[in-house]
């Protein structure tokens, strides 16, 4: 009796791989888009990690490109670009070409503005003044801002500023767009903002302890208010403040 039971359980394990694991459906139906974010994501990500950073171009291309005669804007500016490219132009493609779905539906739009003005009113100070304390640790001073050269004066800030956004344009599209979007069918709103929590949490290892940390509560508050607004425009606003105004006070104050 016990010898036909296990052999009806390795049957019937057997057959449960056979067809959670077939490849016949991987692409097709609803777990098409799912199957395509879940698998460019750790492509894309490995890429921007290895390829997209100030560190690659200073290793690799700081001796024959240089932007507006200096290398340290140069390599501020590939770093923000690749993050414009990699993780907000190319997933933009995928969901217009690939998925033939409209970038409003992945928070690409102003949304519940209401709503997000009250958040933004409410959480922009907190933000700010969240990032003082930090400015004066050594482990971000040493890795902020990303541009060293950012504080020479106002107009080279704003410039650095300015330019900052595109990283952040790129980060909250990939994150709390692409991912969180669309993967929200398939998963769910909640296991969608973990998702995207998860992931985005383990590209900042390499940051500061502090920054890998706070990462999880922020990416937690920006997928819910994300969902909330049904905009990425919010989120991407307080992540771009909380950015420049540390910059401003390591370069300042």
Known sequence: ???????????????????????????????????????????????????????FYLQELSGRLVWFGSVETTGALYAFLSSFLLLGVIPALIVKFV???????????VGDWAFGLKALLILTPIFI?????????????AEYPLNKEAGVSAATFLHH????????????????GFMQFGLRQSLGDWNAILVQTALSCILHI????????????????????????????????????????????????
Request: no cysteine.
């Open 161 to 176: 500023a300015l330019t900052y956004l595109l990283f952040y344009l790129g980060w909250e599209f990939f994150f709390r």
């Open 99 to 109: 998925f033939h779905e409209s970038l409003a539906s992945y928070g690409v739009r």
């Open 1 to 55: 009796m016990a010898h036909g039971t296990k052999k009806e359980e390795k049957v019937k394990d057997t057959g449960r791989f056979e067809q959670s694991l077939s490849l016949s459906g991987l692409f097709s139906g609803d777990a098409r888009k799912p199957t395509i974010i879940l698998l460019l994501t750790p492509l894309i990500l490995t890429t921007f990690k290895y390829y997209g950073s100030k560190s």
């Open 206 to 253: 390499g940051k500061p302890s502090g920054e890998i940390y706070s990462s999880i509560l922020g990416a937690l508050l920006w997928g819910i208010l994300v969902f909330r607004t049904r905009s990425i425009l919010y989120a991407l606003l307080l992540h771009w403040l909380l950015g420049v105004s540390l910059d401003f006070f390591i370069s300042f104050m």
């Open 129 to 141: 003044i969240a990032t003082y304390p930090s400015s004066k640790m050594l482990d971000f001073l």
